[in-house]
Antibody
């Protein structure tokens, strides 16, 4: 079955760039879209953005000036970069598969990664 | 502030039923399918319901979903201690602000 394994730096200083990668195993990137979602401490889930298997991405309006989601089809991975981070970007970050053409839901999730921004 | 509105909390005794509402608008829930997610501490969210009322393989039929107009509801019957978690609704957004939106989440407590 399809599994998502994510990793990246967990502690950043303000103004640095957040970088996370999510590897897809047991399946292909094709046919699905791939999302990044975060949960700040004590708050709910916030959708960051998504990318399709062709590399076309969409972002939450509040983050699109700082976020970049990319695809590496050779490695079956996708990634998130968020530049100029502040304390407000402290959150658990999840990668997830978005069933865009059927089911219309996030059906598979990565394990999550805590990213803390602190000076 | 979330686009979709959920009550912050809900509770019921073991074996009883709890329902969670998710209120949106004609731009999101009104014209799109709704999905529901269970989020236990320390674990990733888990898909419970998709396309308003369908359960993925392995999800017990104690969990059910429905949608009417611009609102959706998740019902959990035969409540168990292991059901104590945060529950989120989600659907497509207005494409201007966000392609996808979540509710603010509802903390379910088993009394």
């Amino acid at each position: 079955q399809v599994q998502l394994q994510q990793w990246g730096a967990g502690l950043l200083k303000p103004s640095e760039t957040l970088s996370l990668t999510c590897a897809v195993s047991g399946g292909s990137l094709s046919g699905y879209h791939w999302s990044w979602i975060r949960q700040p401490p004590g708050k709910g889930l916030e959708w960051i953005g998504e990318i399709n298997h062709s590399g076309s991405a969409n972002y939450h309006l509040s983050l699109e000036s700082r976020a970049t989601i990319a695809l590496d089809t050779s490695k079956n991975e996708f990634s998130l970069r968020l530049n100029s981070v502040t304390a407000a970007d402290t959150a658990v970050y999840f990668c997830a598969r978005l069933a865009f053409w059927s089911e219309y839901c996030h059906d598979i999730w990565g394990q999550g990664a805590l990213v803390t921004v602190s000076s | 502030q979330s686009v979709l509105t959920q009550p912050p909390s809900a509770s019921a005794a073991p074996g009883q039923k709890v329902t969670i509402s998710c209120s949106g608008s004609s731009s999101d829930i009104g014209k799109n399918y709704v999905s529901w997610y269970q989020h236990l501490p320390g674990a990733p969210p888990k898909l419970l319901i998709y396309e308003n009322d369908k359960r993925p393989s392995g999800i017990p039929d104690r969990f059910s979903g429905s949608k009417s107009g611009t609102s959706a509801t998740l019902a959990i019957t035969g409540l168990q201690p292991g059901d104590e978690a945060d529950y989120y609704c989600g659907t497509w957004g207005d494409y201007l602000t966000a392609l996808w939106v979540f509710g603010g989440g509802t903390k379910v407590t088993v009394l």
